[in-house]
């Protein structure tokens, strides 16, 4: 059989079908139950020709957290325009749905998955990363109407994320924690986050 001749155009646009499909299939079912194969036969192409565009699954995973920023901002402007929530409902509500993320069209990396995926990055990889996730982080911030520094920026990261991986950790990851108290506890977190972003809402700007 003759190979296919594809043009700079066909690849660009299987390339963006790729991240496009991955990201459906990570946000619905997970990052770790989406495989390489499932991707490349969604869209059609074959095992050979994926890894002409991704060397590992890592690397397409990376392009998805990308592709999906646009859509988590559009989601929390849509929250804090939303007249029937208050402030705080609204914020908890945009938290609640990253920390449940498989319910919610969001795909958010594990403690297993962040591991394997830096372990893979180049330096420079790496510092593109933190820089786009740095903007991610205040942007959000800023839509919640908190004038957003770089210290405000990294500490809202860690708190918004710690949340995120403990509800995905437990009880696989972290089995001496109580599972049946899992739902209970991220509540418990959400809400001291939103208490300590109204507290800088209300401060005066650095």
Not at 144 to 171: C, E, W
Not at 186 to 200: G, M, R, S, T, W
């Amino acid at each position: 059989m003759p190979k296919v001749a594809y043009s700079e155009e066909d690849r660009e646009r299987i390339r963006t079908e790729l991240v496009t499909v991955g990201l459906e299939l990570m946000a619905r079912q997970g990052i770790q139950h989406t495989t390489v194969e499932q991707i490349y036969k969604k869209v059609g192409i074959s095992r050979t020709f994926f890894y002409s565009f991704f060397s590992t699954k890592e690397d397409l995973i990376v392009e998805t957290l990308y592709l999906q920023q646009p859509k988590i901002i559009r989601y929390v402007k849509k929250l804090m325009a939303d007249p029937s929530l208050s402030w705080r409902d609204a914020v908890k509500q945009f938290l609640c749905a990253c920390c449940y993320g498989e319910k919610n069209g969001i795909a958010i990396l594990t403690i297993e998955e962040q591991q394997l995926i830096f372990k893979r990055l180049s330096k420079e990889s790496y510092q593109v990363f933190r820089k786009k996730q740095l903007c991610l982080f205040g942007e959000i911030l800023e839509n919640f109407g908190i004038k957003a520094d770089t210290a405000r920026i990294n500490l809202f990261t860690n708190l918004s994320l710690t949340a995120m991986v403990v509800r995905r950790a437990i009880p696989d990851t972290l089995p001496l924690f109580v599972a049946e108290a899992a739902d209970e506890t991220v509540d418990f977190q959400l809400n001291a986050i939103v208490d300590a972003l109204e507290k800088l809402k209300a401060a005066p700007a650095p």
